[in-house]
């Protein structure tokens, strides 16, 4: 077999990714049950509600729609392949390019092109400190200073994955209409 089954049914083949098949819905369940850490953080964290506070961060610190949405897609590769810690992510080669791979028509779906290499900066710099803010506060010891430049007030809280997903999904219909016109049919 090669191709996952996603929760609205469709039949992915994550290495070999179509624009066709990504959907929007699959990536808000996929990202609402995946806990971040590898499950090492204090109670169920998941990447769903990381990505949602990326998204926030991006807008307090007054980037674009369009930059807000990509924060929001940032890990959407992970709902076809799963989330892996960074070190073993940086062990495996053949899995980043994957990663980097299927992130390209999750971009040209949904936001309606790849980042610019400027966005991608803006977008993968929030990640990174979103990281070190998640350490602080769900791990049991920090990872560098890099928290310090968030601006926003991340809500690291247990939320059910329903509501995780749903405020997944309407945060994009919000960024998309704003950003991405022409790029609603990736909402459905």
Same mark, same amino acid.
């Given at each position: 077999?090669s191709?996952?089954?996603t929760?609205t049914g469709?039949?992915?083949d ?5 624009e066709?098949?990504?959907? #929007?819905?699959?990536?808000?369940? %996929?990202l609402?049950l995946l ?5 090492h953080v204090s109670h #169920?964290y998941t990447v769903?509600?990381? %990505?949602?506070?990326?998204?926030l961060?991006?807008?307090?610190r ?5 930059v807000?949405?990509?924060?929001l897609l940032?890990?959407?590769a992970e ?6 810690p960074?070190?073993i992510?940086?062990?495996l080669p053949a899995?980043r390019?994957?990663e980097?791979a299927? #992130? #390209?028509?999750i971009?040209?779906?949904?936001l309606?092109?790849?980042p610019t290499?400027?966005e991608?900066r803006e977008i993968f ?7 070190s ?5 769900l791990m049991p010891?920090?990872l560098g200073?890099d928290?310090?430049?968030i601006?926003?007030?991340?809500d ?6 329903e ?5 997944? $999904?309407s945060?994009?219909a $919000?960024l998309?209409?704003a ?5 609603e049919?990736?909402?459905?």
């Open positions: 077999m191709f996952i089954t929760a469709k039949h992915v994550p290495l070999h990714p179509q066709e098949d990504i959907e #929007l819905r699959d990536i808000a369940h %996929s609402s806990c971040r850490g590898n499950g #169920l769903g509600q990381h %990505s949602i506070a990326c998204c961060e991006a807008k307090a007054g980037y674009s729609p369009f807000q949405y990509g924060c940032h890990d959407a709902a076809y392949l799963c989330d892996l960074r070190p992510k940086a062990a899995y390019e994957a980097d299927l #992130l #390209l028509p971009f040209r779906k949904l309606g092109r790849v290499e400027d991608t710099a929030i990640d990174d400190d979103m990281l803010y998640e350490f602080l506060h010891e920090p200073e928290w310090r430049r601006v926003s007030s991340p690291l809280s247990f939320q059910s994955p509501k995780t997903e749903k405020a997944f $999904l945060l994009a $919000l998309s209409a950003c991405c016109p022409g790029t049919k990736g909402t459905s």
